[in-house]
């Protein structure tokens, strides 16, 4: 198609900008730019909005445009319209800190491939100034959080919306707030765009960040707008939710986007069908007083609008269902919005609040759960709504999460030619499973990436060692009192991952449960192990913080009881870039949350695609991805689940259980990883792991799913080559 356009060295850099009534921007052409931008605004809204609380997708993981510019060689240029841009992109922040993990993380791999697939959708979020925090920890106090410092304005990719009415002011909508007297007070936000342009440079998503901190907007706005997931108090959170569902529809007017469907990537912007059940009040109705309207009115109403909105639910956790308590609400809403959630966001558990969850699946025209499992327990949570409830099990973005070292092995075999636009092709990785070249390098390429996590690591170790002497912090590993300079750890050593937000129902600590048995399997055989964890606790969780504590603390005890063969490393400050490290570096990735409460799980998926096997518990995506040993280990608790399953309270969640089952697997893992030196069984697991799951778990196929939900029309040779990326796969089977 459109691959080759730009794959000639004379690239001429004036065709990557383009200008319109919003600004100038960089990264595709003119005419790629007018065309996304006629699909978005077209009479037909024939496009969908993606609202999401989070977006993740830091450039320094995946950035296709300044990929090709180094490829080129183009990193400067005379002409100082694009210096400017060049130099940002060089040399700019390569975070954009507006994520708090896998939520967020999924919308970015989501928006990439509709990218890709050149699908017509605009999504809109939150631009958090203060970002999401950063993590320090220290081995005596545990996680400590920082705000974030980064400048959207220094950031490549990201341009502040201009206003076309008055040229060189930015655009700016606004939003009603109100008080419990009903006095309305109006909140402003401008509007930033990340382009995700796509691997072909061809294409691209444009992401609407909504910014209400604005210097002139109302304090308690400010308040909720700086930094993402505040639930410093629960007015606070609910501000935050309502920036987001009634910025939608503002956005959308502002800057003349049509589109008739629009898809709820978790409850949190939900607020925005309240707001179109009393524009479809005030019109067909021609009610100018919604206070007016009748139970059936609004009911009515109700049903209209669902048929625009389709809803993902994404965890079976009952926090992570927004419910506001009433006189709460009262604080910013209108009192016609009340009556509204009356009737439409009733609480089974306190006449007192309002279940926005509730809400989203009473609104919609379709829901779906995020795998196989979540959706059976999606049913038994929402009985009443179990009809329209399927299963769209998650994936993930391959060309941002399969490792340089493994892309470069796939594109020397032609039997996988066309990979990277379409991740179905890997599935030919099984006739290469016997090809001694193929099973050669895929090793090395495995090695080639566990030695640039370890030098990250090492380095990250040397760094703990001198902040030791030079700042009042405790260095979070103890690792890094006892040896001297030179030790470094060793990536031949079985290394096991685990990283994902601390959550208790992750279990972090799970195979430290009984820390003499794990020592005692690697000292009976004299196997050493390493284990990498990561990850952040939400800062109001206590729970989740000390069981990052917990960690620290068994670090010692592992290494001591165990003859210093096995090590606990923590790295701090888990982010996407992390993240990539890790799923390409290690040996074997751990989850081992408590079924069912893994809606999904992402993390897993991004191992996966590198060939790495999963060591985990029978939930969320695995019970899919697993394939009768082929592709990994299971453990644990498998069998049926009821209510009392849901519940994340200590005595329920399973830890002796589940950790026995952990210690019965854990020995077969490692003999079979230090039996050969060609690690022929783990090689075996990584090739089955690329011809089975890469083309199931892979953003492609689940963009294609979602589109079969949209019912938009795209153009036949388009389509057809989304139906063949559905027919990989069907979720709801
Ligand atoms: C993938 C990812 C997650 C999600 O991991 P889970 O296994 O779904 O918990 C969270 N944070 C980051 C930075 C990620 O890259």
Redesign the pocket.
């Given at each position: 198609m459109h691959a080759s356009n730009y794959n000639n060295k004379n690239l001429n850099l004036h065709n990557l900008v383009a200008t319109s009534k919003f600004g100038t921007f960089f990264g595709v052409s003119q005419k790629i730019f007018d065309e996304v931008w006629q699909k978005l605004t077209a009479s037909d809204a024939n496009s969908v909005v993606y609202i999401s609380m989070e977006i993740?997708a830091d450039p320094d993981v995946f950035h296709p445009v300044k990929d090709k510019l180094m490829d080129l060689e183009k990193t400067d240029s005379m002409d100082s319209r694009l210096k400017k841009f060049i130099k940002k992109l060089f040399h700019g922040p390569e975070k954009i800190p507006c994520?708090g993990?896998?939520l967020?993380?999924?919308a970015g791999d989501t928006l990439k491939s509709f990218a890709d697939c050149r699908i017509p959708v605009v999504a809109v979020s939150l631009l958090y100034r203060d970002g999401y925090f950063s993590q320090i920890v220290d081995s005596k106090l545990g996680q400590i959080s920082q705000i974030v410092e980064w400048l959207p304005e220094d950031t490549p990719g990201l341009y502040l919306l201009q206003d076309p009415e008055n040229p060189g002011t930015p655009l700016q909508i606004q939003i009603p707030f109100f008080n419990e007297y009903d006095q309305e007070t109006m909140a402003s936000a401008h509007v930033w765009m990340k382009m995700e342009v796509n691997h072909t440079l061809d294409y691209f998503i444009p992401e609407l960040l909504l910014d209400f901190s604005l210097d002139d907007n109302p304090a308690p706005i400010r308040d909720a707008a700086g930094r993402l997931y505040n639930s410093e108090s629960s007015i606070i959170k609910a501000t935050q939710r309502r920036m987001l569902g009634t910025g939608i529809l503002p956005v959308m007017q502002a800057m003349g986007i049509t589109s008739s469907t629009l898809h709820l990537n978790e409850q949190h912007g939900v607020v925005v069908a309240l707001q179109l059940i009393a524009e479809e009040l005030m019109g067909s109705l021609k009610h100018t007083d919604l206070s007016q309207a009748t139970d059936e009115q609004i009911l009515s109403a109700a049903d209209k609008v669902a048929k625009s909105l389709v809803y993902t639910i994404h965890t079976p956790v009952k926090a992570g269902h927004d419910r506001f308590n009433k006189s709460v609400y009262a604080g910013i809403s209108h009192k016609s919005c009340r009556h509204i959630l009356e009737l439409l966001a009733h609480d089974t558990e306190s006449p007192h609040s309002y279940n926005f969850t509730t809400l989203a699946m009473r609104v919609n025209r379709t829901a779906n759960s995020v795998s196989r499992l979540h959706r059976d327990v999606t049913h038994k949570q929402f009985p009443d709504f179990a009809e329209k409830i399927t299963a769209i099990t998650n994936g993930?973005h391959h060309l941002t999460w399969i490792s340089d070292a493994r892309a470069e092995l796939f594109d020397n075999f032609p039997e996988l030619a066309d990979w990277r636009s379409n991740p179905g092709a890997l599935r030919n990785t099984v006739a290469l499973k016997d090809n001694k070249r193929f099973r050669t390098y895929l090793l090395r390429a495995w090695e080639e990436d566990s030695s640039l996590l370890y030098s990250f690591v090492n380095s990250m170790l040397l760094q703990h060692r001198n902040q030791m002497t030079s700042t009042w912090i405790d260095p979070p590993n103890h690792y890094s009192n006892i040896i001297d300079i030179d030790t470094k750890l060793d990536p031949a050593v079985f290394t096991v991952g685990f990283?994902?937000?601390f959550s208790t129902y992750?279990r972090a600590d799970l195979i430290f449960d009984n820390v003499d048995t794990l020592c005692a399997i690697a000292v009976d055989n004299n196997w050493p192990i390493n284990f990498l964890f990561s990850?952040k606790a939400h800062p109001a969780d206590e729970p989740g913080k000390s069981v990052i504590k917990l960690i620290l603390d068994y670090q010692h005890e592992l290494h001591t009881k165990s003859n210093g063969l096995v090590n606990l490393i923590f790295i701090p400050n888990?982010?996407?870039k992390?993240?990539?490290l890790m799923v390409a570096g290690v040996h074997a990735w751990l989850?081992n949350p408590k079924r069912p409460l893994?809606a999904?799980?992402?993390?897993?998926m991004?191992a996966a695609l590198n060939g790495i096997p999963n060591l985990s518990i029978m939930d969320g995506w695995w019970v899919e991805g697993y394939h009768d040993g082929l592709t990994g280990w299971k453990f644990g608790y498998e069998g049926p689940i009821d209510e009392a399953d849901l519940s994340e309270s200590p005595e329920t969640l399973l830890y002796t259980e589940d950790s026995a089952s952990f210690y019965e697997i854990l020995p077969k893992v490692l003999e079979e990883f230090y039996e050969d030196a060609d690690k022929s069984k783990f090689i075996d697991k990584a090739i089955m792991n690329l011809s089975l799951n890469i083309p199931i778990f892979n953003t492609h196929r689940m963009a294609a799913e979602y589109l079969q939900k949209y019912k938009i029309n795209l153009p036949p040779s388009l389509q057809s080559r989304m139906d063949t990326f559905a027919e990989l796969y069907n979720s709801n089977e």
């Open positions: 993740g994520y993990g896998g967020g993380v999924l993930v990283a994902r937000r992750k990850g888990y982010d996407m992390i993240a990539k989850n893994e999904s799980g992402t993390s897993g991004k």
